[in-house]
Nanobody
Framework: QVQIVESGGGLVQPGGSLRLACAAS????????ITWHRHPLEKEREFVAS????????EYRGGVLGRFTISRDNTKSTVYLQMTGLKPEDTAVYYC????????????WGQGTQVTVSS
């Protein structure tokens, strides 16, 4: 059974930092592209960042470039999203998506973790 579990969310003041983790089990983690998405309240879900299975390729949405860093440890089947310089507009539920690079229909999602940036 595949499980994707996000953790690390919480309440932080503007300018603060958080590190989210996305832990996977039940799949060959090193074969999956991992993507962080977020869903702000009353807005559409949006792409945040992604990392290739071999760690060589990362992508970021423009608004987080330079503030967020995505990384992965395939030995721990975990992807991290280090977030610094947080802004109120970063407030959202953050979701982790795992996509099999050999079969893009093979996709799994986590349950999400809430990030709230407020003073």
């Amino acid at each position: 059974q595949v499980q994707i579990v996000e953790s690390g969310g919480g309440l932080v003041q503007p300018g603060g930092s958080l590190r989210l983790a996305c832990a996977a089990s039940g799949l060959t983690f090193s074969a999956y592209l991992i993507t962080w998405h977020r869903h702000p309240l009353e807005k559409e879900r949006e792409f945040v960042a992604s990392i290739s299975p071999d760690k060589k390729t990362t992508e970021y949405r423009g608004g987080v470039l330079g503030r967020f860093t995505i990384s992965r440890d395939n030995t721990k089947s975990t992807v991290y999203l280090q977030m610094t310089g947080l802004k109120p507009e970063d407030t959202a539920v953050y979701y982790c998506q795992a996509t099999n690079t050999d079969n893009e229909l093979d996709v799994y999602w986590g349950q999400g973790t809430q990030v709230t940036v407020s003073s």
